[in-house]
Every structure is written in structure tokens, then in C-alpha cells.
């Protein structure tokens, strides 16, 4: 059975820095990305970030700049670093793996989600 573990939320202040991990229980046949949601109190869940096998990244505008994902494939980990963080980033974060590309990503595995908490 696949689990997604998620490490590394907390409490921030603003303009501080925060980075969040996910370890997958067993290496995912099928998947070509892995990548990030999260979902803000009264809000939708969006999506944030995801990598490709390849290593391409995409971002959601609103973290473009600030985030940067990456992942250690033997380690079946990715990695969320979270910079500048502004009180709006405030929400759960969900990791995730599915079928991604440069234009386009499908989640069909999902962690629990850990709460990242930026203070003004």
C-alpha cells in the first residue's frame, strides 16, 4: 500500500522560510511527477507545485520565486522549500503523485497533509 508521509510544517513568521518534505512508503510504479497542494481555511484546495521524473518544475504563479520543489529519487522524497513566506501560505499542504508533464498534472496518490502557519 502507497502512503505519502509528510514532514516539516510549523509555525512561521513572515518573510521566514519553511520547507516541507514527503516520503513515499514504497518507490510508485506508474507515476511521472510528484508534487504539492494545499488548501487554505474556507478556500479550495490549489495546486502549488509539482516535478517530473525528468526534473521539470512548474509553479503556481503565486509562489513562483518564493518556492522550489525538488525531489531525491532514491530517497522516493520531494521536497517543498518555502521562502518569503507571506500570511496568505498559510493552509495545509498536501503531497502528491500521479501523471504529470509541463503543462499538466493528475494526482492519484495523496499524503495527509501538514499545516505550514505564517504569522504577520
Known amino acids: 500500500q502507497v502512503q505519502l508521509v509528510e514532514s516539516g510544517g510549523g509555525l512561521v513568521q513572515a518573510g521566514g522560510s519553511l520547507r516541507i518534505s514527503c516520503t513515499a512508503s514504497v518507490t510508485i510504479r506508474g507515476i511521472t511527477a510528484m508534487g504539492w497542494h494545499r488548501q487554505a481555511p474556507g478556500k479550495q484546495r490549489e495546486w502549488v507545485a509539482h516535478?517530473?521524473?525528468?526534473?521539470?518544475?512548474e509553479y503556481t504563479n503565486s509562489v513562483k520565486g518564493r518556492f522550489t520543489i525538488s525531489r531525491d529519487s532514491a530517497k522516493n522524497t520531494v521536497y517543498l522549500q518555502m521562502d518569503s513566506l507571506k500570511p496568505e501560505d498559510t493552509a495545509v499542504y498536501y503531497c502528491?503523485?500521479?501523471?504529470?508533464?509541463?503543462?499538466?498534472?493528475?494526482?492519484?496518490?495523496w499524503g495527509q497533509g501538514t499545516q505550514v502557519t505564517v504569522s504577520s
Open positions: 516535478i517530473t521524473l525528468d526534473g521539470h518544475t
Open positions: 502528491n503523485a500521479g501523471q504529470g508533464s509541463s503543462s499538466s498534472y493528475a494526482p492519484g496518490y
